[in-house]
């Protein structure tokens, strides 16, 4: 009589797909929360053996991390002519990131951030004017451009990346007779 069996793998494509179906079924915050974590994913496989991006206790420098993944991976992610407004822009992604997943806040910090839901938008922006800075990010085309730069590293790196199977316990032992 077996008692556990497996019925899906937990990998980072199988999580990529979910985020992808939360997306197209309109769950924008939970595909957003998820997509915000991939540089964070990534960037540990990539930049494992490289000092530079541990502190002298073995910790990750989290930002520099992601900021980086993000710089070797989304190029021109803010759509910005300029680099170092591409480097500003992610660095608000990361504190995003940050209010997301630590305290549910969808907001990027210091800065004023407007998050829209708008399929028909072409990429995220940096808008900024002398009266006012503000990030405009319309979180379908960044959840589908880092879904999409996720699978790309995935597919170019699937052996660092690990898998678990997922199992359901065969409950019928419970049953009345």
């Not at 540089?39 to 002298?56: G, L, V, W």
């Not at 880092?146 to 170019?156: A, N």
Request: charged letters at 30%; one cysteine or more.
């Amino acid at each position: 009589m077996e008692f556990v069996t497996p019925v899906s793998k937990f990998s980072f494509l199988e999580i990529l797909n979910d985020g992808q179906k939360a997306l197209d079924c309109g769950l924008y915050k939970i595909a957003l929360m998820f997509a915000l974590t991939i540089p964070s994913i990534c960037s540990r496989i990539e930049f494992k053996d490289n000092p530079e991006y541990k502190k002298s206790n073995g910790d990750w420098k989290d930002k520099k991390c992601y900021v980086d993944w993000c710089r070797n991976h989304c190029i021109r992610f803010a759509n910005s002519e300029i680099p170092e407004q591409d480097d500003e822009y992610i660095s608000h992604i990361y504190k995003l990131r940050c209010a997301v997943v630590h305290a549910a806040e969808f907001e990027c910090g210091d800065i004023p951030c407007e998050l829209t839901i708008d399929a028909w938008y072409p990429t995220t922006s940096f808008i900024k004017n002398d009266e006012l800075q503000k990030y405009d990010i319309s979180i379908i085309p960044l959840c589908k451009r880092l879904f999409f730069e996720g699978e790309c590293f995935y597919l170019s790196n699937y052996m660092h990346f690990k898998e678990v199977p997922i199992v359901t316990h065969n409950m019928d032992w419970l049953k009345e007779e």
